[in-house]
């Protein structure tokens, strides 16, 4: 294959001096790294081409790709809810239901890893005819990951996990809220991943090493393609080398998830003064130094 030939001549991974701190804004300074540290975010968004179908009465919709119809949400805040209705009412003047739609992926995992996940998308935009920016860069069905390369639990195959990017508004806006929609913000999306020939392998968790042999994972960039009758993400291209840093991102603790699924439950609300642990200099909502142990939302 010709990508395979064509990531076997990049140069070898150069792993970050000890010395480097990545702090928001990231500061990165390994010659390894093509890109400026501002570029280095956790992402998930791509371009679709399809059939696009509104339930009538409802912000409900579907889009139709190689034959499989997929949940098509809304983005909820202002924009995605603007976007949305936007391509319902241009749709609704215009009679004409097929366009090339800029998505983040939506995937829902379930407990077991013999059920299978379920993807949808998120509209961000829609293309108006001037194949203009991300319309221009990208190809239907490709799009731009970047994540930790891993397992987690519920998932048979390897995944991108992209996280929510830190940033100092966004630690504010979770220390206000309460903990249900903490966690429900800091939510991130493992994307399932079909990468033949890695250049790194996915971190793997093993309950029975070690944490010093546990390794760490990678972040990695790339372009990828999905693929409907896999209902996953096949690899295509590098975007950079991997990195065995990762930008800042925001996480929510195990203590914090266990607490608002007891909330969801009816279950006592635990005490202010847990939940204050847990925002304390934002130490739980970022990545750690190390990290020893795969994560799944």
């Known amino acids: ?42 992402t998930a968004v791509g371009i679709i081409s399809g059939a696009v179908e509104f339930v009538e009465d409802t912000r409900s ?4 790709l190689s034959g499989n119809k997929y949940p098509l949400f809304y983005i909820p805040n202002n924009k995605g809810s603007v976007a949305f209705d936007a391509l319902k009412k241009n749709i609704a003047s215009t009679g004409n239901n097929n366009y090339r739609l800029i998505v983040y ?3 829902i995992h379930f407990p077991g890893r013999d059920k299978p996940h379920q993807i949808g998308f998120q509209l961000v935009a829609f293309d108006s005819g001037n194949n203009e920016g991300m319309y221009g860069e990208l190809k239907d069905l490709q799009f731009k990951l970047s994540g930790i390369w891993q397992f987690i639990p519920v998932c048979q195959t390897p995944c991108i996990s992209v996280f929510k990017n830190f940033t100092e508004q966004r630690l504010e806006y979770i220390k206000k809220s309460d903990i249900t929609k903490r966690v429900k913000f800091m939510k991130a999306s493992h994307i399932p ?10 971190f793997r968790f093993n309950p029975k090493a070690p944490k010093e042999e546990q390794g760490r994972p990678y972040f990695v960039s790339i372009i990828a393609k999905f693929l409907p009758y896999k209902n996953a993400f096949g690899f295509e291209s590098l975007a950079q080398m991997p990195l065995q840093e990762a930008p800042k991102f925001l996480k929510a603790s195990k203590k914090m998830k ?16 847990e939940t204050k642990e847990n925002t304390q200099e934002g130490n739980k909502f970022t990545m750690p130094v190390k990290r020893n142990k795969a994560d799944c939302n």
């Open 1 to 42: 294959m010709s990508d395979n030939q064509e990531k076997r001549v990049l140069p070898p991974i150069v792993k970050p001096k000890k010395s480097i701190e990545i702090t928001p804004p990231v500061e990165l300074t390994e010659k390894n790294s093509d890109k400026p540290a501002s570029e280095l975010l956790f």
């Open 61 to 64: 919709a579907t889009v139709t």
């Open 105 to 107: 992926p939506k995937v």
């Open 193 to 202: 991943l079909f990468w033949k020939d890695a250049l790194v392998p996915p």
């Open 258 to 273: 266990a607490e608002a699924l007891s909330l969801r439950k009816g279950e006592v609300a635990p005490k202010k003064e």
